[in-house]
């Protein structure tokens, strides 16, 4: 009796692939040997059928003994023979023909290490260049599966080894990037996807954990960045010394998707790599650079200025960054620290120092510096303070550094209700707080601000509190002035605990 596979016949092709969505019906199928026999249909398949069996194989390959009969049965090279039957290839044969390889791959290392060996990089190239995003997507789950677990961190370097893979993963964020940089359609939809199904396998998620294997946990930030410049400046090397004086829209796609990462899924990080922190921060000097100063943007978020949107994200980032902790391991190196010796907290205060006062301690100022700066767009110095807050919180040799430098003068300062951003006085007072967290040389400083220089008050006033000295310790200390409201956006303690804020709405 002829193998049913082997049947022409639309419906009972339709009756196979019926039959194997569901796990008792695979279970029969495979008894009945149909995936080698439908493999060994698809070269000849008449266009009408070829969809169908590809749908057949990629719901027979979801379970791992047919994943290994895939393999024996030769499938690789019957899904190859799919590429170059002549038939006109669309999309969604496209999809399904991913779809299979990335079922096959997620049973192991052995099958990873085949489907990377047969289709790696010609003919993922080939798929990547078509610039299709459905297309794209399927392939990110293929390319993020095979660089998973054992043997995976290869891989992941050979696909972003320049003249080999590093194109497809170019291809990809072209193909994904919106039109224009506030355009938010396509971001929307992968965020939406990201926040709705929390599995690595769906596939807009995989084009978040692929670029965060690359850029966020690997070395090839400063690489994929460069690349997808339109202008090439390069010297042919990814380290962090490098210049920019233009951006482009897919660069801060890049960026957003980046940040969404460490915001959304900050759980599957056990490493951010001092190259990504490194790299952000000379991002952001170079973005400062060419942003001119001297006006302000109206806008909070997205403009069509895209060094306005690198300033912006790469302070986002910078900020989860210094927020990010490795439960899993006290051993695990701390890219704050890459920061602070690269020069980050000096930075800030110098964007602080550099920016005229908050419009409340301006208006009560006797003078102002003509040389001072504003904000090159609204929440500018929010996000400066933000990354400040982030960076002080469990990390003395911040708190001393701030001391040191001179800081907490102009910390205090951010401590008030500024016109233009309503959130400032939340993440400065919190800044604070952090500052004085188990430093009683930072709390004596404050004391000493506060009876030499009694225009310092009304920053602590504001915040409800008052410094005073504990009666058993006889040491300075913070306290509330006054019974807060319920309301108060100072309230940052609940049942004894200081809660930790990484994150405020702007």
């Known amino acids: 009796m002829e193998n049913p596979a082997a049947d022409d016949r639309l419906e009972v092709v339709l009756a196979l692939l019926d039959a ?3 796990r008792h019906g695979r279970a029969r199928l495979a008894a009945e040997g149909i995936l080698p026999a439908v493999l060994r249909c698809l070269s000849s398949s008449p ?3 070829l969809l169908p069996r590809l749908c057949i194989t990629v719901n027979l390959c979801c379970e791992r003994p047919n994943q290994d009969a895939f393999l024996e049965a030769g499938g690789l090279d019957r899904i190859a023979s799919v590429l170059l039957s002549g038939h006109q290839i669309s999309a969604e044969i496209l999809q399904a023909v991913l779809q299979v390889l990335g079922n096959v791959a997620s049973a192991g290392e052995a099958h990873k290490a085949a489907v990377w060996a047969r289709f790696f990089p010609i003919w993922f190239r080939e798929i990547a260049a078509m610039r299709n995003p459905a297309v794209c997507n399927s392939l990110c789950k293929v390319l993020n599966t095979c660089c998973s677990a054992t043997g995976g961190r290869r891989r992941l370097g050979e696909l972003c080894e320049e003249g080999r893979g590093l194109p497809i993963l170019l291809d990809i964020v072209n193909t994904m990037s919106p039109k224009s940089a ?3 359609t396509t971001f929307n939809l992968v965020v939406y996807n990201f926040k709705s199904f929390k ?3 769906h596939k807009e998620i995989c084009l978040y954990f692929l670029l965060g294997k690359a850029c966020i946990k690997d070395i090839y930030f400063n690489l994929v960045f460069q690349r997808l410049s339109s202008v090439n400046t390069l010297d042919g090397s990814f380290g962090a010394n490098f210049t920019y004086k233009l951006f482009t829209k897919e660069q801060v796609f890049l960026l957003r998707l980046l940040s969404y990462h460490l915001i959304a899924w900050p ?3 056990d490493i951010i790599s001092s190259y990504f922190a490194l790299g952000v921060l000379q991002l952001l000097k170079e973005a400062y650079s060419v942003v001119d100063a001297s006006s302000q943007s109206i806008s909070a978020g997205l403009t069509d200025d895209l060094a306005i949107n690198v300033l912006w994200c790469s302070f986002y980032i910078l900020r989860d960054i210094c927020s990010w902790k490795d439960h899993s391991s006290s051993a695990s ?13 000096q930075l800030l205060l110098r964007y602080l120092r550099e920016l005229e006062p908050p419009n409340i301690v301006k208006n009560h100022a006797m003078q102002t510096s003509t040389d ?3 904000c090159p767009y609204k929440g500018f110095r929010r996000d400066v303070v933000s990354v400040l807050c982030n960076f002080l919180h ?3 040799q911040v708190q001393d550094e701030i001391r040191k430098q001179d800081g907490i003068p102009l910390l205090l300062k951010q401590c008030v209700v500024d016109d233009c951003d309503q959130s400032l006085r939340q993440w400065g007072s919190l800044s604070i707080r952090y500052l004085l967290e188990g430093n009683l040389e930072n709390q004596y400083k404050v004391a000493e601000l506060e009876q030499k220089e009694p225009v310092i008050t009304p920053e602590i006033a504001r915040m409800g509190l008052r410094v005073e000295i504990d009666q058993e310790s006889q040491c300075p200390k913070m306290v509330k002035a006054y019974q807060e409201q319920e309301d108060d956006p100072c309230q940052y303690y609940a049942n004894g605990q200081l809660t930790y804020v990484t994150r405020l709405d702007s």
Do not use: F, Y
């Open 394 to 396: 469990g990390r003395k």
């Open 199 to 201: 599995n690595c396998c």
């Open 372 to 374: 001072s700066k504003v």
């Open 20 to 22: 194997s969505r569901s």
């Open 267 to 269: 759980d599957v990080l």
């Open 333 to 345: 190196e701390d890219p704050a620290d890459s920061l602070l010796s690269a020069g980050l907290l």
């Open 47 to 49: 266009a009408l059928l």
């Open 182 to 184: 506030k355009d938010n």
